[in-house]
């Protein structure tokens, strides 16, 4: 059982660039595949990013593919989502997901219904 808090978080002009951090207590998160995921107000909760448990793959959306960076440190149970390029589209609040890592098991790094653990987001929003 693990504990995400998020944070980095707030108000940035288009262009901009932002850092979200996922702390992560309860449990370390090498046990676990991590993931991104934003909603915006009125709309469903989208896919942003994701990293293996290794930190070996990661995935994105076609939506913010070359402008944002998911990474982590394990050492830190931390993981993080540099946001560059950032544009009003991008206002949402951001989820940090913790998806348990089963041996032998696929892994659907773009379905929120595969992770497991969630934390209480962090507001992004992008002004024009």
């Known amino acids: 059982q693990v504990h995400l808090v998020e944070s980095g978080g707030g108000l940035v002009q288009a262009g901009g660039s932002l850092r979200l951090s996922c702390a992560a207590s309860?449990?370390?998160?090498?046990?676990?595949?991590m993931g991104w995921f934003r909603q915006a107000p009125g709309k469903e909760r989208e896919f942003a990013a994701a990293?293996?448990?290794?930190?070996?793959?990661?995935y994105y959306a076609d939506s913010v593919k070359g402008r944002f960076a998911i990474s982590r440190d394990n050492a830190k149970n931390t993981v993080y989502l540099q946001m560059n390029s950032l544009k009003p589209e991008d206002t949402a609040l951001y989820y940090c997901?913790?998806?348990?890592?089963?041996?032998?098991?696929?892994?659907?790094?773009?379905?929120?219904?595969?992770?497991?653990?969630w934390g209480q987001g962090t507001q992004v929003t992008v002004s024009a």
């Open positions: 997901a913790a998806d348990t890592w089963t041996v032998g098991v696929a892994w659907g790094p773009d379905r929120h219904d595969e992770y497991d653990y």
């Open positions: 990293i293996s448990w290794s930190g070996s793959t990661t």
């Open positions: 309860g449990g370390t998160i090498s046990r676990y595949h």
